[in-house]
Nanobody, 116 residues
Framework: QVQLVESGGGLVQPGGSLRLSCAAS????????RGWYRQAPGKERELVAA???????NYADSVKGRFTTSRDNAKNTVHLQMNSLKPEDTAVYYC??????????WGQGTQVTVSS
């Protein structure tokens, strides 16, 4: 059974940084991409960043230049480094793995709050 577990969320002041991690367990085949999504209250879930199986990265315009996603294949882990955080980055952040099919695996989400 596949499980994705996020960690690293919390409360940070504007301008601060956080690093989210997502550890995957279980056998996962046919990975297309690993991504991070977020959902703020009253808003739809949106893609924040993704990294494909070939290593190509993609970012939402709102986070370009501030967020960086990376992966550690040996540890089956993906990270999201978030710098220069803004109050509008406040949301629940979800880890995602997309496989051929297509099919999506989701983590349980971790809260990120940017506030002074």
């Amino acid at each position: 059974q596949v499980q994705l577990v996020e960690s690293g969320g919390g409360l940070v002041q504007p301008g601060g940084s956080l690093r989210l991690s997502c550890a995957a367990s279980g056998s996962i085949f046919g990975i297309v991409a690993r991504g991070w999504y977020r959902q703020a209250p009253g808003k739809e879930r949106e893609l924040v960043a993704a990294i494909t199986s070939s290593g190509t990265t993609n970012y939402a315009d709102s986070v370009k230049g501030r967020f960086t996603t990376s992966r550690d294949n040996a540890k089956n882990t993906v990270h999201l480094q978030m710098n220069s955080l803004k109050p509008e980055d406040t949301a629940v952040y979800y880890c995602n793995i997309k496989i051929f099919g297509p099919h999506d695996y989701w983590g349980q989400g971790t809260q990120v709050t940017v506030s002074s």
